[in-house]
């Protein structure tokens, strides 16, 4: 098993109090609620720090970090998809062979120094949504899919949560979302690289997500502004490992309808 300095959640005992807050917005009007259709598109920048078990426990996002999400809404119902890609750099923690800075990767029964790398995370996420009828809140269910180059497993997952999504129409609108996965699971091919016949491990972690934001509707145009925090938490279930992502973003939408 992987070992690493946990990092706390520091956020989490405003989670109920920030999407508390936005729940007192009003409710839309009961004409609103007819069963139209709109769509909308982001691009963000994100910035902040990573720690993925190849970081420091502070490493920063490097430049081609990005979410790209798109939303489709028909009634109560609504449709997200997102991707997101980070990129950081591994720390140097070793020496290679060849007497090169070398980043350290530990597995469960063993462990491979390579030359230092820049550390690529992605994940994929849909999520099936429904708005409650007297409050702009919707219930939510989600997969995920968070892939790496470096060798750790995949991890997939199914979860649940609450959004209170932007009204990308309004000059300035908040917007919020705490999702929660309580099995995140995927699997180390070898438990020692170096032993071909070390055999596979699981890997199981909880993993919390959490995003505050504001939406600017530009005068005159389909365009948005947004900007806001962000923080991913993956704990492990039998383990001392965790992976942490925080910090802000910013981007722009479009409104297609």
Do not use: W
Not at 121 to 145: H, I, K, M, T
Not at 185 to 193: D, E, I, S
């Amino acid at each position: 098993m992987i070992c690493a300095q946990a990092r706390p959640y520091p956020f989490a005992p405003f989670v109920a109090l920030a999407i508390g807050a936005l729940c007192c917005m009003p409710a839309p009007a009961r004409s609103e609620a007819a069963l139209s259709t709109s769509g909308y598109v982001e691009y963000s920048h994100v910035f902040g720090d990573i720690y993925n078990g190849v970081t420091t426990d502070d490493g920063e996002l490097l430049g081609g970090s990005y979410t790209i999400k798109g939303r489709a809404n028909y009634g109560s119902l609504s449709a997200v998809l997102s991707y997101r890609r980070d990129l950081s750099n591994s720390q140097v923690n070793a020496t290679t062979s060849t007497g090169q800075p070398g980043t350290l990767l530990t597995f469960p029964a063993g462990s491979i120094v390579v030359p230092q790398f820049v550390a690529a995370d992605a994940q994929f996420e849909a999520r099936l949504e429904y708005r409650l009828q007297q409050v702009p809140v919707y219930l939510g269910a989600a997969y995920s899919n968070a892939t790496n180059n470096y060798g750790f497993p995949a991890l997939h997952a199914f979860g649940v949560g609450l959004e209170v999504q932007p009204n990308s129409r309004r000059e300035l609108s908040p917007y919020g979302s705490f999702f929660y996965f309580p099995n995140q699971t995927g699997v180390y091919p070898l438990a020692n690289p170096n032993n071909p016949a070390s055999g596979s491990v699981t890997e199981s972690l909880r993993a919390n997500e959490l995003e505050l934001g504001l939406s600017y509707a530009v005068p005159r145009t389909q365009l948005n502004i947004v900007a806001g925090y962000q923080q991913t938490t993956n704990v492990s279930r039998i383990g001392s490992f965790n992976f942490v992502l925080d910090g802000p973003f910013l981007g722009v939408g479009y409104r297609i309808r």
